[in-house]
């Protein structure tokens, strides 16, 4: 069994717009349309068997229609492969109640991105929602790090994620991005080790430019396979999930990629284990 923690999907007429508007933004290319039936056609090409939709709301009347829709995914797409996490946005007023419907309704945790919220992490809105979640047993996961496309500004900061987990202690906190977008030598240093989880989505090798005429190679090399074994050794096989971050990176070469690089008897935890319990898929 495969469990990708990190993925999204538009509906089709959302998709056909926000894809190119996103691809030019990051300068970065997509893999599939954007879409669910793109998804579940990548998976079956990667043989992934189970993939995590993280939602996003960039404000705060999108909480309740996003959570709506994950409900909604997880009651039609049961034993078809797609599995959603809800929203929150740092505006939204009514979140201790929201969290606790979306508990009840089957939701097992939350995607929460600083940087398209344009809020640091360590602002007490973000505190309270992450103290709300973890009261109820919610995983939650942050974009930690840069963004690719909101450069230079870090919204979620190894410095955010270490008063979070000063001031909240959340038990399920997820950091996307191997800790923090190209930050991964303060991750090293200072979350390694740490009560947290990392997964693996974008970090790897070199992510394909939407325009190789305007992008330098240099810009689009990652994190490097020494130091990405380095820190799964320091962190501990049982903290990492798997993740690519589809449609933005490939799903099959990252499967490929992860599976080279981390020892076999340690794979399982990796690739479904370790999501499958702390999200009760």
Not at 16 to 30: L, T
Not at 68 to 77: L, P, Q, R, V
């Amino acid at each position: 069994m495969i469990i990708d923690v990190h993925t999204h999907s538009f509906p089709p007429a959302i998709a056909q717009k926000a894809i190119p508007k996103m691809e030019k933004m990051a300068e970065s290319r997509a893999y599939t349309d954007g879409t669910s039936e793109g998804l579940l056609e990548s998976m079956k090409n990667a043989e992934i068997d189970v993939s995590v939709l993280l939602p996003v709301a960039t404000n705060a009347r999108q909480v309740e229609k996003l959570n709506d829709i994950a409900i909604e995914y997880n009651e039609s797409f049961s034993g078809k492969g797609l599995f959603s996490l809800g929203a929150m946005h740092p505006e939204y007023e009514n979140y201790r109640a929201e969290l606790a419907r979306i508990k009840d309704r089957g939701i097992t945790g939350i995607k929460l991105h600083p940087a398209y919220t344009g809020t640091d992490l360590d602002s007490k809105s973000y505190l309270d929602i992450i103290d709300r979640a973890s009261e109820l047993g919610l995983a939650v996961m942050i974009h930690a790090g840069l963004d690719i496309g909101i450069m230079p500004h870090n919204f979620s900061s190894v410095e955010h994620i270490c008063t979070v987990l000063r001031e909240v202690a959340p038990e399920k906190f997820i950091l996307a991005h191997m800790g923090g977008w190209k930050c991964w030598d303060d991750v090293e240093s200072t979350l390694c080790g740490e009560n947290v989880y990392l997964d693996t989505a974008f970090v790897l090798g070199k992510y394909e430019p939407y325009d190789y005429m305007n992008v330098p190679e240099e810009k689009t090399k990652m994190l490097s396979d020494g130091q990405f074994k380095r820190m799964v050794k320091k962190h501990g096989a049982n903290r990492i999930l798997f993740g690519t971050d589809s449609p933005w990176s490939d799903q099959k070469k990252t499967l490929e990629k992860v599976k080279e690089l981390i020892p076999k008897e340690e794979q399982s935890l990796i690739l479904f284990e370790n999501t499958k319990k702390l999200l009760n898929i």
